[in-house]
């Protein structure tokens, strides 16, 4: 596709994006403030917060009423019974992250969903106990599998660092083959980022599936960078399981619930030590209250609790538009957004900017991250005077994310063109 540096064209693309309408189906924060001539923010940071669908508030209500007007009951009466509210969520969200039904479910929150899974999965012997992650692993996920460590018995020296190499930014996955064929009889699991938080860096997880396996090491991914915002095909990947939460790329609200997948191959293994509560118990004999534990298949064997439905609403409301629109629709989009927003952002004569983020399409989602030299934080801030939400990591990278379900081409050119602005001075 052939990008042009104008206004003119920028709104061209909106004029030619079959999922332009979906931007109104969202609240677009607004500009308090005179001074500028736009009325809404230029909102980059979906890969920390994602918007809230208007119909988000709707989907809340009816299940306020529902408690109001039938109390209890409402486990069976509500308008969308609360007992199996749950499984309302399960083949949409199956479908954003490439799985079976069986494979996923939604529950708690990202973190404690990894400590329950590597309960399972995290099953270290005298001689294969170590896990290795990337070097920059979200701080959860590196203090998550430190404590895992330390539980069993061992320490944070048996973290096993997959590092970019000297002067590089992004992973190259012959050294996690590396890794694997020198260290594998030692290492029990890999827990990786399957779209890094930091550089944008979508890996290629069928890949990471195969090399854990050649060692009999468990794989596991965190899809909180990657789910609603590229398509891992978790079942084909085969990978064991993978876990990410529903605030970001998801737009479900703020510390909002959790996605977790098992792959099908361990979804009738009962031997599997984990957790328990009268979630996990077979749901046909759940409320006689008296049978001996029978777990569940599939990942609703790893519920514990009843779920928080008014929760859950927000992320159905969510899962009914990604459905509408389908993840190929929504990365064909992404592709070309994302693809001229790197574009106009190496249209700037700067020496001093660098695009961090794998060029390919099909090694990244949408964000961005351009690392500034010379640049210290006041940059952010200044962009975020003028409504344009970013978001800075230390010690000098700008993390923009043009989210292709409510940011147009114009909104792409107008940050750009402010950004520069400010680059150029
Ligand atoms: C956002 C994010 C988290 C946050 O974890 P919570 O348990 O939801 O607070 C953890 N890991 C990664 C990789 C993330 O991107």
Redesign the pocket.
């Known amino acids: 596709m052939k990008y042009q540096n104008s206004l003119a064209f920028a709104k061209q693309q909106d004029k030619e994006d079959s999922l332009a309408y979906l931007r109104d189906k969202f609240h677009i924060p607004k500009v308090k403030s005179e001074v500028l001539r736009r009325t809404e923010w230029l909102y980059f940071t979906g890969n920390s917060l994602g918007l809230q669908p208007k119909s988000t508030k709707e989907y809340i209500n009816q299940e306020l009423e529902d408690w109001a007007n039938f109390g209890v009951e409402g486990h069976l009466e509500a308008k969308n019974p609360w007992l199996n509210y749950h499984e309302l969520l399960t083949s949409k969200m199956a479908k954003i992250v490439g799985a079976k039904p069986i494979e996923v479910v939604v529950m708690n929150?990202?973190?404690?969903n990894l400590h329950l899974l590597m309960v399972s999965f995290y099953r270290p012997t005298k001689i294969k106990y170590k896990i290795v992650i990337e070097s920059d692993a979200?701080p959860?996920?590196r203090y998550a599998v430190e404590s895992q460590l330390k539980f069993h018995g061992f320490s944070a020296e048996d973290i096993i660092q997959w590092k970019p190499r000297e002067n590089e930014e992004l992973l190259n996955i012959e050294d996690l083959e590396k890794i694997v064929e020198t260290q594998g009889d030692e290492i029990a699991l890999l827990l990786i980022?399957g779209v890094n938080?930091y550089t944008g860096q979508f890996l290629d997880l069928k890949r990471i599936a195969a090399i854990g396996h050649s060692k009999d090491c468990v794989v596991g991914i965190?899809l909180?960078?990657g789910a609603g915002n590229v398509q891992p095909n978790l079942h084909d990947s085969n990978v064991d399981f993978a876990a990410w939460?529903t605030y970001?790329y998801l737009n479900s609200g703020p510390g909002s619930l959790?996605g977790l997948f098992v792959h099908e191959k361990h979804s009738k293994n009962k031997d599997l030590p984990r957790f328990a509560g009268w979630w996990n118990h077979n749901k046909e004999t759940r409320f006689n209250m008296r049978q001996p534990f029978d777990v569940m298949a599939g990942a609703e064997g790893w519920q514990l609790s009843n779920p928080p439905i008014l929760s859950m609403a927000a992320i159905k409301a969510s899962l009914d538009l990604f459905d509408e629109v389908g993840m190929d629709a929504l990365r064909e989009k992404s592709e070309k957004l994302t693809g001229y927003f790197e574009f106009l952002i190496r249209e700037i004569d700067s020496e001093y900017i660098k695009i961090i983020t794998p060029s390919n399409p099909k090694e990244r989602g949408c964000q961005i991250s351009i690392q500034v030299k010379n640049a210290d934080k006041s940059l952010h801030t200044k962009l975020t005077e003028q409504y344009i939400i970013t978001d800075w990591r230390e010690p000098n990278v700008l993390r923009c994310a043009p989210v292709p379900m409510y940011t147009s081409f114009e909104d792409v050119y107008r940050m750009v063109a402010i950004l520069k602005g400010f680059l150029l001075v």
């Open positions: 929150t990202l973190t404690t979200f959860s996920d980022g938080y965190d909180a960078h939460c970001k959790a």
